[in-house]
């Protein structure tokens, strides 16, 4: 038990040493802070002052999470060169969606860095206008990986399917192939729980945007950053991190 802990503990440092594990560790204490917040402030008013103080702390570690974000344009230039024009798939669909998601998320950070700007005073601009295109071009991206993920997935059942027909049979074995067909069913689950909430966040009267209420959002947010970290914890298990 103690050399388990010991493991974990070890993981969880390491991955509070990166940039990426920090910032998902963050992001689940954001949203779980929002859940629990949410939730005390609506169902017992004897707890209200605990639930705005979670909301608050809520606030600030996505604030937090927005100023760091300020120093990702580079590192997502530099993924989407080198992705370029993804020439080494071989699936056209999967390529296309994911140069269009690379293009998304690129655009995403000028936008978001445009509107806290302007939040923070720093230049005059109309932060909602900037908030809104920003939460459009997530929720694209958004879109995208799921599309992207649900044709992977339908080529993974294929081969699946498929492969004790062939000899030789595939260079990636049946346990490789259910391995990725869990990751990429992680990744859809992640994405639509993110897309609940960037639908939310944007300009009322489209769908259901703005009628979430704290703990819900909390919610989305919370079962999206465990899924992530479970992810990053299992490639941590399996070396590839």
Request: net charge positive; glycine share 8%; proline share 5%.
């Amino acid at each position: 038990m103690a050399a388990a802990q010991g493991g974990l503990a070890g993981r969880l440092a390491s991955l509070l040493e990166t940039y990426r594990g920090r910032d998902r560790v963050v992001r689940t204490l954001c949203y779980g802070c929002q859940l629990a917040g949410g939730a005390l402030a609506r169902k017992d008013p004897t707890k209200a002052t605990v639930g705005r103080s979670l909301l608050a702390l809520s606030e600030q570690l996505s604030h937090c999470r927005t100023v760091l974000r300020l120093f990702d344009d580079l590192a997502m230039l530099t993924y989407s060169c080198q992705y370029g024009l993804g020439g080494k798939e071989e699936d056209a669909a999967v390529r296309w969606l994911s140069v269009l998601n690379n293009l998304a998320d690129q655009l995403y950070y000028p936008c978001e860095h445009l509107a806290w700007a302007a939040d923070a005073e720093i230049i005059r601009a109309d932060s909602q206008k900037w908030w809104a295109l920003s939460m459009a071009l997530w929720g694209a991206s958004l879109l995208l990986g799921i599309a992207r993920s649900l044709r992977i997935l339908a080529q993974l059942r294929s081969k699946l399917q498929t492969q004790p027909r062939y000899d030789p049979p595939s260079p990636a074995s049946p346990e490789e192939l259910r391995a990725q067909a869990k990751a990429e069913a992680l990744t859809i689950l992640s994405n639509t729980a993110d897309l609940a909430n960037a639908v939310h966040w944007l300009p009322p009267g489209l769908l259901w945007a703005g009628k979430f209420p704290p703990w819900l959002v909390g919610l989305m947010g919370t079962l999206s950053s465990l899924t992530g970290l479970y992810q990053t914890y299992m490639k941590g298990s399996a070396g590839t991190v």
